[in-house]
């Protein structure tokens, strides 16, 4: 028998929020795959999502891995290229390039390339990290249409630091730095410039952010983008994240659980056992009580979160087996609420599921 611990991966679940997010904004929506598709498997997500209009990812080993499985969707690197070399890689595999820096605008100008190819132009309309100034946009775009490496339509994009809170100021700041820029652009009689800011969080609440392409990430994979919320409207979860019990103890009260005893039985105990830890991705961090599901109920995690495994008291529920499932997070136990109680967000808990954790993929 293998190990138990797996990650379920509703395909359905995953197809029905894509399309709740074609529905929502009209627009092409360009699904964000990267990090090994927020954690629920390249090839499980590409597949599932095969007639996107385009892929977003963060690296071109990420692209070239979505090449392998032989998926043809156009696919944009997100930060662009790291090195020169990557244009000429980008040209044969019909890779799209953020060009967010002059060193990218510079390497792409004098790349041997005999293909124009297709760029995104980042701006930096709040969040500092990456793009070009509001102000360097419309001769950056000058430069790259008079180097005849850029196809005839393009895509100004930039990204929102804190669409996750819509009352921030900076939302509309940001939208407004993105308009004037964009209205800067000299676009030529037979070129075309389109747009794209949305994430998540802009798609379920900004509906004036809605461009001609949206790039959804967080919402495709079924949980809220908005920290306080569990779950929202219309999604649903796609990772089901399980494990089963593979131990039962009996335990003395004044009798601690785990490495450095961070949990003491206050009465007579029964532990059990469940086959996943830090090294599965279980963050380290979880605290005592951290619930996880067992026959539907919810169990506290005692003890610290090995690499390998973790503890639940159930002394409330003696009639737990061995070999019973354990739901980590999933659509019954939403993992926005146990990033809460670890004091992260669902995006780092999802996308460092390990690879030692088999993705399965169901309802297909
Ligand atoms: C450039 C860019 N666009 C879109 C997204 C998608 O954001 P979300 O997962 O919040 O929808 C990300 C995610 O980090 C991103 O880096």
Not at 140 to 159: E, F, G, I, N, R
Not at 258 to 280: C, E, F, H, N, P
Not at 299 to 306: E, K, T
């Amino acid at each position: 028998m293998a190990r138990p611990t797996k990650a379920l991966i509703d395909v359905e679940a995953l197809r029905s929020n894509y399309a709740l997010t074609l529905q929502k904004t009209g627009g092409k929506c360009m699904p964000m795959v990267k990090a090994n598709g927020y954690g629920h498997g390249t090839e499980i997500v590409c597949r599932a999502l095969g007639n996107a209009e385009a892929f977003g990812v963060a690296s071109i080993e990420e692209a070239m891995e979505i090449r392998s499985l032989g998926i043809m969707v156009p696919i944009l690197l997100l930060e662009g290229t790291f090195s020169a070399d990557e244009i000429l890689t980008a040209e044969k595999y019909n890779f799209w390039l953020l060009i967010e820096n002059h060193r990218q605008k510079h390497d792409l100008i004098k790349a041997p390339i005999k293909k124009a190819l297709t760029l995104w132009l980042g701006i930096d309309t709040g969040l500092h990290r990456l793009g070009f100034h509001p102000s360097e946009i419309s001769s950056v775009y000058k430069d790259l249409m008079s180097s005849k490496k850029m196809k005839s339509t393009s895509v100004l994009a930039s990204h929102f630091a804190s669409a996750d809170q819509p009352d921030n100021a900076t939302v509309a700041l940001q939208l407004g730095t993105f308009d004037d820029a964009y209205a800067k652009i000299e676009i030529p009689p037979n070129h075309r410039v389109e747009q794209s800011i949305a994430n998540s969080a802009a798609i379920l609440s900004l509906p004036k952010s809605y461009r001609n392409w949206q790039r959804p990430g967080y919402m495709l994979y079924g949980n809220s983008p908005f920290p306080q919320e569990n779950l929202h409207e219309g999604l649903q979860p796609v990772m089901q994240f399980v494990s089963a019990v593979t131990s039962i103890r009996s335990i003395n009260n004044g009798e601690s659980v785990g490495y450095s005893a961070t949990w003491t039985a206050r009465r007579k105990s029964l532990i059990a056992t469940v086959s996943a830890g830090y090294g599965d991705g279980y963050p380290r961090h979880a605290p005592n009580n951290t619930p996880v599901l067992i026959g539907g109920k919810r169990q506290p995690l005692v003890g610290r979160v090995s690499m390998d495994m973790i503890t639940i008291d159930i002394t409330d529920e003696p009639e737990i087996q061995i070999g019973d499932v354990v739901t980590l997070w999933g659509p019954d136990l939403p993992v926005n609420e146990i990033a809460r109680v670890c004091n992260t967000n669902g995006y780092e808990l999802l996308s460092g599921v390990t690879s030692r954790v088999p993705r399965i993929a169901i309802n297909q």
